[in-house]
């Protein structure tokens, strides 16, 4: 599942495809976009906000993305074979040197580009914001503490919080906290979360891999996240999995209780 880390390094790779270049062809496989053409119209920036993605152009439009729970964005020299089918492909990007190419982007919009915020601006703080520091980090701090009774691994999934923690980071900084995902907030080092937070989106951001242990190595990348056959990567316990959260919301959580004390479900 796309995190904000995730959503940093497409940001990269688009903004290395297409920043400076002339669209000559453009194709919208989107209900809503179905007769949009951007041709002939130059890609000036790019800007990641959490999970969100936005590609400016010299028209002062914007498109904004959102990859949701399986979307992509990727880069292919003309002519190359898609490494997706290309029915899962909602929205072509291309110049005379590279094609940018959406799979799965159920979430697109052509706006303003004055009117991004209508999109982020309900968003906490951004963990991978460049001119991140000591305010965004107490602003986040204090919106954990905010929710006293919330169970800290909700809280951390709660983009109002702070934009960009995923499933895989809010298993892996409870696993860090040495607490149960289940622990309520209130209990929690809230100013160590949002640091482990800043920390292992910082780290992951130019990664191709995904790596919260520091260990870069088939097998050792993660502390407990879906390690349930190969058990705690500290202690070699058992690690178990349930869902938390309710209805469409819950994501499949994995903990070590012995590493990890604290309320979990039966």
Known sequence: MPEGDTVFLTGERLRGALVGRTLTRTDFRHPRLATADLTGRDVVAVRT???????????????????????SWRVFRPGQRWSMPSHHA??????????????????????????????????????????????????????????????????????HVMAGVGNVFKTEICFLLGVSP???????????????AH????????????????????????????RTRQGCLR???????????EGTWAR???YCPRCQPGPAPA
């Open 90 to 159: 909602r929205v072509v990007l291309a110049h005379t040197d590279a094609e940018a190419v959406g799979f799965r982007v159920h979430d697109l919009d052509l706006v303003p580009t004055e009117r991004e915020s209508r999109f982020v601006a309900h968003l906490g703080p951004d963990l991978l914001d460049p001119d991140w520091g000591p305010d965004h980090e107490s602003t986040a701090a204090a919106a954990l503490r905010s929710r006293p009774n919330l169970a800290i691994g909700e809280a951390l999934l709660d983009q």
């Open 182 to 196: 289940w622990t309520p907030a209130s209990e929690v080092d809230v100013d160590r979360a949002v640091r482990l």
């Open 235 to 245: 202690c070699g316990g058992a690690v178990r999995v349930a869902d938390q959260g």
């Open 252 to 254: 499949p959580t994995w």
């Open 49 to 71: 906000v959490g999970k969100h993605l936005f590609l400016r152009f010299s028209d002062r439009t914007s498109l904004h993305s959102h990859l949701m729970m399986d979307g």
């Open 199 to 226: 920390r292992l989106l910082t780290v992951n951001a130019r990664r191709p891999r995904r790596v919260t242990t520091g260990m870069d190595a088939p097998g050792r990348r993660s502390w407990v996240y879906e």
